[in-house]
């Protein structure tokens, strides 16, 4: 069975960092790529930021280009982001996707995990 | 970036009914087109991928068409559990997301 199971959200005051973790078990992590997306409390989704299968390409959405990085441990089964010089509009529940298809980076996304809250306030 | 409009935001409808949800793309984006269910709480749940292919394990009642910039999701007869919110979702360039259409019980 497919699970992903972030970590690592809380709350940070403005200007602060944060680095998230996505524990995946139940397939063969270092062959997708994958993907965070977030979630502003009642709004809708946006995706954050993508790592290929073994790190060596990254994507990320204008709005954190230069303040997150994502990145991955293939021996540890991970996934992370790292999130510097946070502002109150990175407050949202983060989720880490896998990707649907193996050596594939289009980005539809087949397992999520249950999301991490992320809080941005002084 | 690719702007993803859906309509309608919200909608009421009845177990049974058919419910169709729009999604337009500010430019085409051939078949790259996703559809996902989100329930309050959860995190969002693939149905559609690549426009009209239904995900493993996904109710038959679900479907997908269209390509270019129209694309369209039917729940052929609605049940109790679809009652969510539907996100359409394009993977033909850096990815980004409608703004979600909320199904609600009439």
């Known amino acids: 069975e497919v699970q992903l199971v972030e970590s690592g959200g809380g709350l940070v005051q403005p200007g602060g960092s944060l680095r998230l973790s996505c524990a995946a078990s139940?397939?063969?992590?270092?062959?997708?790529?994958m993907t965070w997306v977030r979630q502003a409390p009642g709004k809708g989704l946006e995706w954050v930021a993508s790592?290929?299968?073994?790190?060596?390409?990254?994507k990320y959405v204008d709005s954190v280009k230069g303040r997150f990085t994502i990145s991955r441990d293939n021996a540890k089964n991970s996934l992370y982001l790292q999130m510097d010089s946070l502002r109150g509009e990175d407050t949202a529940v983060y989720y880490c996707?896998?990707?649907?298809?193996?050596?594939?980076?289009?980005?539809?996304?087949?397992?999520w995990g249950q999301g991490t809250l992320v809080t941005v306030s002084s | 970036d690719i702007q993803m409009t859906q309509s309608p935001s919200s909608l009421s409808a009845s177990v049974g009914d058919r419910v169709t949800i729009t999604c337009r793309t500010s430019?085409?984006?051939?078949?790259?087109l996703n559809w996902y269910q989100q329930k309050p709480g959860k995190a969002p749940k693939l149905l559609i991928y690549?426009?009209?292919n239904l995900q493993s394990g996904v109710p038959s009642r679900f479907s997908g068409s269209g390509s270019g910039t129209d694309f369209t999701l039917t729940i052929s007869s609605l049940q109790a559990e679809d009652f969510a919110t539907y996100y359409c979702q394009q993977s033909y360039s850096a990815p980004t997301f409608g703004q979600g259409t909320k199904v609600e019980i009439k």
């Open positions: 430019q085409s984006i051939s078949r790259y």
């Open positions: 690549v426009a009209s």
């Open positions: 790592v290929k299968q073994d790190g060596s390409e990254k």
């Open positions: 996707a896998k990707h649907k298809d193996a050596a594939d980076s289009s980005s539809r996304f087949d397992y």
């Open positions: 139940g397939f063969t992590f270092g062959i997708y790529w």
